[in-house]
């Protein structure tokens, strides 16, 4: 269904350590299709701070234009661990919008 959807992902710094970091992904669709990428980051550490950073001045050109299903990135901007975290986030909101749209 159309609208804007949000989802939040934590996750951690190095593998198996307790997830600090935080992003909250906001998608507006429009026809399956992403028109819109909001990127909140809730860092732990100032290195965090300067991959999400990074990764959020990337998103748009990577996933605007692109449907919500193929909208997976792949460490941009050197952001491993945030991208995954986006994508996680993205089938969230992919799932939110099959839901809405199922229940219209």
């Known amino acids: 269904a159309d609208g ?12 198996d350590v307790v997830e600090e970091d935080s992003i909250d992904v906001g998608l507006t669709l429009e026809s399956g299709y992403i028109t819109g990428v909001t990127i909140t980051g809730h860092p732990f550490a100032s ?13 748009n050109g990577a996933v605007v234009g692109h449907s919500v299903e193929d909208a997976h990135v792949t460490a941009l901007a050197g952001a491993s661990k945030t991208s995954a975290a986006f994508n996680d986030a993205v089938d969230a909101i992919a799932a939110q919008a099959r839901s809405t749209s199922a229940a219209e």
Do not use: K, N
């Open 4 to 15: 804007t959807y949000t989802a939040s992902q934590s996750y951690g710094v190095l593998d």
């Open 47 to 59: 290195r965090s701070q300067e991959y999400i950073d990074s990764f959020s001045q990337e998103i």
